[in-house]
């Protein structure tokens, strides 16, 4: 056995440690925590402030695309996100590579009717925090 093969499973297993960190890295961004905070006091459809805030999230190509689609449609809602901006966030919320807070998010305002109902909220508060 060579050394290359001795030293690829312990490779893969940094690998697969280094995605995780990442992942959880992101999925604790404060862009994700203030999007969650957003939606677990909506009704009808983001403020001013809020709007702003989003389009800067959105705007800012350092952010993954996910994050970015989710602020757009965000900032886009109207009492519900656009059939465009669902279809986004569908593949979004089913995509096993985005972290779980993401995918929640996502999945939660595809689905949001002018606002989140009690379940929702309370995985909202849990992002948020």
């Known amino acids: 056995m060579t050394r290359i093969q001795q030293l690829l499973p312990i490779l893969m297993i940094m690998l697969g440690l280094t995605t ?8 604790a961004d404060g862009n ?15 403020s001013s402030d809020e709007k702003a805030a989003l389009a800067k999230m959105a705007a800012d190509k350092g952010h993954p695309d996910a994050v970015r ?3 757009r449609a965000m900032m886009n809602l109207r ?3 656009s059939a ?6 569908d593949s979004i919320a089913q995509n096993p590579s985005q972290p779980q807070d993401i ?5 939660i305002l595809a ?19």
Not at 112 to 119: A, S, W
């Open 32 to 46: 994700v925590a203030r999007m969650a905070s957003i939606l677990s006091h909506l009704n009808h459809y983001p």
């Open 20 to 27: 995780l960190v990442m992942n959880s890295a992101l999925a």
């Open 84 to 89: 465009g901006d669902r279809k986004r966030l």
């Open 69 to 71: 689609s989710i602020a």
């Open 111 to 129: 689905k949001l009717n002018h606002k989140p109902d009690r379940k929702d909220l309370s995985i909202l508060r849990q992002i948020a925090h």
């Open 79 to 81: 009492h519900q996100v």
């Open 103 to 107: 995918r929640l998010l996502a999945a």
